[in-house]
């Protein structure tokens, strides 16, 4: 009897330890470095590019010390936030510690997520971010020069920043693609074009402009993910098992990056860390 009693007990605690281990590696909230590469013909040499996005004013330790760190370990080239940076709800200074800290430190580049939009105060954000040294792009595009090459970055808006009391969505969608459009014809031919977009799900939309590289978040990594078998189980616009949680994603001639983000907030985030996601371009 004492030997089954033992054996129960050490079956016992052995499960409670595996729980407990399980519920650990699922819930863990650790800052993640995800790389990808993209090899183009239209560079010579490599460029590395820093994505952030969804941070919904998230602290990463005082003044952003542990994703500042993260990010400064990586030594990105160009440093670019795909919207959701600011929260619409949460204080402002989450996303203002790390716009003080990586605005003089980096070439900056913002386009705004939906979150942004919902602010009442949202005429006042620009300010600030141009403050901070971050530039802003809003159905336009700027030429970059990097270690002697020049790659084309354009941004546009997410789309409910067209929608008011007088429009309908369809109006909004014809306001957005109009920046598409304005972007495409800033881009020239022979160089590598970059597109900052927030939402992931109109991929299409992105590869029939002919981008050769989208940039996007919104879906936070479909919040829950079970590697393997489960990409991601619910995101914002494209409901339950998004196609477009978080990875890489070819289409045509298109290729679209979508990062999980760095919301830590009440959702819980289950086999999905918060993310900075590294693009090394690099010639073929």
Known sequence: ????????????FTVTLSL??????????????????????????????????????????????????ALEQQSPDIVVLVGDIIDDKAPLSGATALFQAIGSKFPCYYVTGNHEWRREDVSTLWPILEEYGIHILSGTCEQITVQGQTICLCGVDDPSSFVNSNLQYNSAYKSW???????RLQAEEDQLTILLSHRPEYIQTYANYGFHLILSGHAHGGQV???????????????FF?????GSYTIENSTLIVSRGLCRNSLPRVFNRPEIVIVNLTPP
């Open 177 to 183: 693609t109009e920046q598409l459009n304005a972007c």
């Open 20 to 69: 407990a281990a399980f519920c650990t590696a699922a819930l863990w909230q650790g800052l993640a470095i995800t790389s990808y590469t993209f090899p183009t013909e239209k560079l010579t040499a490599p460029l590395r590019v820093a994505v952030l996005t969804d941070l919904h004013s998230t602290q990463y330790g005082p003044e952003q010390s542990q994703l500042v760190t």
């Open 225 to 239: 993910r079970l590697p393997g078998l489960v990409n991601g189980l619910f995101a914002p616009g494209q409901g």
């Open 242 to 246: 998004p196609q477009y949680a978080g």
């Open 1 to 12: 009897m004492q030997l089954l009693h033992k054996k129960k007990t050490a079956t016992f």
